[in-house]
């Protein structure tokens, strides 16, 4: 799934599998109301599994688009690094092309501006605030096993 989402914006990839996940959730509440029916359940038990059973899932599902956001991420980055490879390398073609000699200078002039444009482009595309909030929201849904792992429990 992850690759298949990977391509995707984020948003895309949320809503994409917020949908997937409905569907297991649908799933698994049919299948824990059925476990009801037959253990005979007080609504005490049931209305706590039902929010365990959601929480849990919910979760999953977090861990997963995260996963895909990261995937996505990493694709834009990779992409970025090529792309400015590529430019670096059209750039030396065009100057060996026109047979044009550079001064230490110039080539460093060159090389960044190229820089630069690049540095700016990934602050165009990665965009921190984003990345922050995926980051808060994951402590904060897994607070309770960083203390007990911390704690060595």
């Known amino acids: 799934m992850i690759k298949e989402t ?3 914006t984020e948003n895309e990839i949320r809503k994409n599998f917020q949908a997937q996940f409905d569907v297991h959730q649908n799933d698994f509440d049919n299948d824990l109301e059925n476990l009801f029916k ?5 609504e005490r038990i049931r209305e706590r599994c039902r929010q365990f059973l959601k929480r849990q899932t919910t979760e999953i599902c977090n861990v997963w688009c995260t996963a895909a956001i990261q995937a996505h991420d990493q694709k834009q980055m990779e992409r970025l690094v090529r792309d400015g490879s590529a430019d670096l390398r ?3 073609d065009d100057i060996i092309k026109s047979g044009k000699t550079m001064t230490k ?3 460093n002039q060159e090389f960044d501006s190229m820089w630069d444009k690049k540095i700016q482009s990934i ?3 990665i965009k921190p605030e984003e990345r922050l909030k995926q980051v808060i ?3 904060y849904a897994n607070y309770n096993i960083f203390e007990k792992e911390s704690r060595g429990l």
């Open 6 to 8: 990977c391509e995707l």
């Open 38 to 42: 037959c253990m005979n359940t007080s």
């Open 90 to 92: 059209h750039l030396i």
């Open 105 to 107: 200078e110039k080539a």
């Open 123 to 125: 602050k165009n595309n």
């Open 137 to 139: 929201k994951f402590v």
